[in-house]
């Protein structure tokens, strides 16, 4: 496994009204981030808010290239990211012990933390497809490029892996410094992360290393 140090590119926030972010995900042009009853948007280039929506949001997010699913306890909604409506809402699979959720492949990706594992579910009904097992509490997921990336935070670590798809074995691990936590991962499609930092109330956007 490779391993290295995090390198942090710059950090956002804290964000007016939200002293928490959960999940967070990126539309191509806004970083989207849940904060418990809001769901917010900011631009990446200013760092000012953009959206804020009165809807529940208490873990992960995803974007599927026109709507947003925010894991709201037990549940998975389905946003209309212009009006903030939500439009359906599925079982999640942990049921209430879900964490990061990513979109890849016509699928949801959806980390349960303590259970230490990853489900690859259906968006239309909630079922689990699959599920990988990983070796440690499991916060944001993403996916980029066909690369299965999710972060970890346990006590005062955070690190964030890319993993096997198949089998979760750990390819390569970029360590966070002590204290900054991620609660939430997504990719921008290029060359960075943004990480949720729980309650510092920062998303922190880290390079995600080239491929060798």
Excluded at 46 to 75: L, M, N, P, S, W
Excluded at 91 to 113: F, K, R
Excluded at 185 to 206: H, N, P, Q, T, W
Aim: hydrophobic share 35%; proline share 5%; charged share 25%.
């Amino acid at each position: 496994m490779k391993q290295s140090a995090a390198q942090i590119i710059r950090e956002y926030g804290p964000f007016p009204g939200a002293d928490n972010v959960a999940g967070v995900t990126f539309d191509g042009s806004k970083v989207w981030f849940a904060s418990g009853e809001k769901l917010n948007a900011f631009d990446p280039d200013t760092g000012k808010t953009v959206r804020a929506f009165d809807v529940a949001a208490h873990a992960g997010t995803a974007f599927d290239g026109e709507h947003i699913y925010q894991i709201a306890e037990e549940r998975i909604q389905k946003i209309d990211p212009k009006t903030g409506r939500v439009l359906k809402t599925i079982p999640a699979p942990g049921n209430g012990g879900d964490s990061g959720m990513a979109w890849a492949e016509g699928s949801l990706w959806v980390g349960e933390y303590r259970a230490r594992k990853i489900h690859q579910i259906d968006p239309e009904t909630g079922k689990i497809l699959r599920s990988i097992d990983c070796n440690r509490f499991v916060t944001g997921v993403s996916w980029v490029e066909g690369e299965l990336w999710h972060a970890t935070w346990e006590g005062d670590e955070s690190e964030v892996r890319r993993i096997d798809p198949g089998t979760g074995e750990v390819l390569e691990s970029l360590q966070m410094p002590a204290g900054a936590g991620v609660s939430g991962l997504e990719s921008d499609g290029a060359d960075r992360f943004y990480c949720g930092g729980g309650e510092s109330g920062k998303v922190r956007a880290i390079k995600r290393p080239k491929r060798t």
